[in-house]
Structure formats: C-alpha cells, structure tokens
C-alpha cells in the first residue's frame, strides 16, 4: 500500500498526524531536493571525470550549438549533466502540472495521482533523468541556458513575494507580542535585529565597492551597487513615513531591512557573474582542455554567492510546501487557503485509526487548501534555479573554446533586485494608492 496508496502510509507512529496536503507538498519537494543533490554530485570533479564513460556523452560535443568542432568537452561534463538533471525535474513538474489543471477537491480522481502513488512518481522521475541523458546535444546547452535564466528570474520574483510576506509576518508577530507583555524585550530584539540586517547591508556594500570596483573602469558595478544602495534607502525611509505607518502600523524598518539584505545578496551575485577578470575577482574561466584560469584560491565551480544562493532555495522552496500565508493578499497571489483553512477531516477524526496510529487526514474534501498546479509551476521554476545556480549561470561562449558568464546573467539579476524592491514599495503604498480596497 505505500507503493501504491496515499501519503498516510509514509507516516511513522513517532510522527503527529498531519493534512494530506502538507505531506504531498513536503514529498514533492523531497523529489526536487533529491534531483539536486545529484546534480551537486554530478558537478564534483572526481565524478564528473567519470562521466566520459557514459557512452556518447562527450562525444556528441563536436556538435555544440549546431557547429561543428574538435572542442574536448572535459571540462563541460559537469555542467551538461547538471542541464540535463535541470531538463528532468523541469520537465517532471510541468507533466504534473498540467495534470492538476483544474483540481477542486480530492474528490476529483486526479488528486489521487497528487498524493498517492509515490514510487511510481519516483519512477517517472527516474526514466524522465535517464532520457535526458540521451539528449543530443546540438543548440541543446545553448537554447536551455535562456530558459534557465526566464525561470531563475521568475523563481527570484517568487523568493521575493514569501521574503516579503515572512517579514511582515515576522514584524506583526513580535509587535503583537508586545502588546500583550514584556514590551521593551520585544521592542528590544526587534531593534537588535534590525540592526544587524543593516549592519550587515552596509558592511556587504563596503565590500562590493572593495572588491568589485577598481578607481578607473568597472563603471557597472559601480551604477549597480549604487542604484541600489539608493534605492535601499528609499524604501527603508518610505517605510517610516507618518502617512504609510497610519495606513499599516506593523511597517517598520524590520521589513525594510530584510528586503535591503536580500537586495544587497542579488547584487553580489550580479556582480560574481560579470565577465571582465578585472572587476571580477571570483570569475572562473574553464577552457575546453579543462584547465581553469582564475584566481590561486578557486579550484571548483562552487563560489559563496553560489553557496548563499542554495541555502536561500532550500529556505524558500520548504516555505513554499509548508505554510500558507495569513496574509489574504499573498494567498490570492500565490493561490493559496488563509492558513488554518482546508475543509475535511481534522485531527481526532478518521486520521487515527485504533492503537494511536498516526496518519495523514483528508483536508481538501470540500476544497483544495492550494492550486496543485500553481505549486507545480513554483516547483519547476525552482529547478531551473537551482541548475542555473549550480553552473554559475555559465555557458559555452560563442567560439566553443570556454565556459563563461554572460552579461545576461547579470541583468537578470539586476533586473530582478530592482523588481523584487518595487514589488516591496508597492506593498507599502499600495493602500494609499487604492483606498478603497481591504489590505488588512
């Protein structure tokens, strides 16, 4: 039955009973978690040299991007493995989102393929990667970079509405906290942290401008730390403003101060992908003998902004699976139920059956508590990010001969820092701009 039947198999009697819907949610993202770890494998150098074995993997290389050449491909083992891993769990989470197109309630015998029938979905998942494999290669690499980069934009966006929505969150619960007792400790630690989030903001923008600038030259990193740091501080002083703290008094600095450290990260990892050795002290640039020429101290592909990027991903795609917002304004955005909704069965109910056995109750009978293909569509960007993520946004150059970043991996991000903080401008002005709708 755990082969074939639902979610309430998997659950252990050491585990609480828990909805149907936070289970398959938490499964689905486990199948995304899994196909990242192998991709992170997949990139290790010891393993990526054992990828030549695969047959036909690297001598289908003559043909990148459609031109022929006698380019060794050794040193793109990895990330062409990484593209394919990306292409499997891309193309896994649209199957499933079309098939939930629709979906209203359990009831609709689709929801079964949803929440049950896990290790055929793994098995799916498994012959989807082993296909991927056989791709060839042609403009394969080149014409999936540019869907990478549509999709990490996309999944930067959604990172920025759940960043946005936890610090209100964030900020309205420690200032109901207040109210309630111990005021100057949770006015107290509300300060602190805000501190720190700026303090960090500043000391980061010290660095970028260290690091990523030279006194002549570097005129972009220059305007993009800047026009940044600007815009930081515009939102952080809008936040404050008599007039926006009596439309919504939970605004504040917190909210401000989270939005402005996560800016400062996109920006640092904008300017990690700049393509001038110059400007650029992290830059690596693997040829195609596999020899890379950067600095003394960068022997792998992996970078810190890399590294902050994957743990950011993790934090949110686990956001994503877990909690719905209390904010109705989110749920409309992101087709979710007000946490706490969800009609059904409830604890106490037939979740538990004689002994105290722990299982998943049904709590979408009357009503899906999410858009199954909305959460789909979220799972899918997010693997485009990550593969886009674990390859530094590189790709093979116009004369076959490296891997670099291109520029547009750079405005990518640009664009999408600067997106993320009029998304959060909006937030704060939108009840004034439009009085006559709820915000609450």
């Known amino acids: 039955s755990c082969l074939c039947g639902s979610a309430p198999c998997l659950l252990c009697g050491c585990c609480p009973s828990a909805k149907n819907s936070t289970i398959s949610r938490l499964l689905f993202t486990f199948f995304l978690f899994l196909g990242t770890l192998v991709s992170i494998i997949m990139i290790i150098p010891g393993v990526e040299k054992e990828l030549h074995k695969l047959p036909g993997f690297c001598e289908g290389s003559g043909s990148v991007l459609g031109v022929q050449t006698n380019v060794d491909c050794s040193s793109f083992l990895g990330h062409k493995a990484v593209y394919r891993m990306g292409f499997a769990m891309a193309a896994f989470f649209c199957l499933f989102a079309v098939l939930m197109v629709g979906v209203r309630s359990s009831k609709d ?31 394969f690499t080149s014409v999936w970079f540019y869907f990478g980069v549509v999709g990490s934009f996309l999944f930067i966006l959604i990172q920025l509405v759940l960043l946005i929505d936890f610090a209100h969150s964030w900020s309205q619960g420690w200032l109901l906290n207040a109210g309630e007792g111990n005021a100057k400790g949770w006015y ?8 720190i989030f700026y303090a960090a903001s500043i000391t980061a923008v010290v660095l970028l401008y260290v690091y990523y600038t030279k006194p002549e030259g570097c005129t972009e990193g220059k305007a993009f730390i800047s026009i940044n740091l600007i815009l930081c501080l515009v939102v952080s002083v809008v936040s404050i403003l008599p007039k926006i703290q009596e439309a919504q008094p939970h605004s504040g600095l917190l909210q401000a101060s989270l939005i402005t450290l996560y800016t400062i990260y996109v920006t640092w990892s904008a300017l990690a992908n700049v393509p001038t050795q110059r400007c650029n002290p992290t830059l690596l640039v693997r040829n195609g003998t596999g ?13 810190a902004p890399s590294i902050v990027g994957l743990v950011i991903f993790i934090l949110c795609t686990l956001f994503i699976s877990i909690r719905s917002s209390d904010h109705p304004q989110v749920n409309k955005l992101m087709l979710t139920e007000e946490s706490g909704a969800g009609a059904g069965a409830g604890p106490g109910g037939a979740e538990e059956e004689e ?45 076959l001969q490296v891997l670099r970043s291109p520029w ?24 004034l701009v439009l009085p006559n709708r709820d915000f609450s």
């Open 188 to 195: 107290a630690a509300l300060c602190t942290i805000t501190f």
């Open 408 to 431: 547009t991996a750079v405005w990518v991000k640009i664009c999408s820092s600067w997106a993320g903080l009029l998304l959060y401008l909006w937030t704060l002005v939108a009840p």
């Open 355 to 399: 002994g105290g056995v722990h299982r998943a109750y049904d709590n979408e009978q009357d009503g899906v508590s999410y858009s199954y293909t909305f959460f789909h569509l979220c799972l899918l960007l997010a693997a485009l990010y990550i593969m886009m993520t674990l390859t530094n946004w590189y790709r093979p150059d116009e004369s």
């Open 109 to 139: 015998p689709r929801a079964a393929v949803q929440n049950a029938f896990w290790f055929f979905k793994f098995l799916v998942l498994v012959g989807i990667t082993v296909g991927a494999f056989y791709i060839p290669d042609g403009a």
């Open 291 to 303: 020899s890379a020429t950067a600095t003394e101290l960068l022997t792998t592909w992996w970078d």
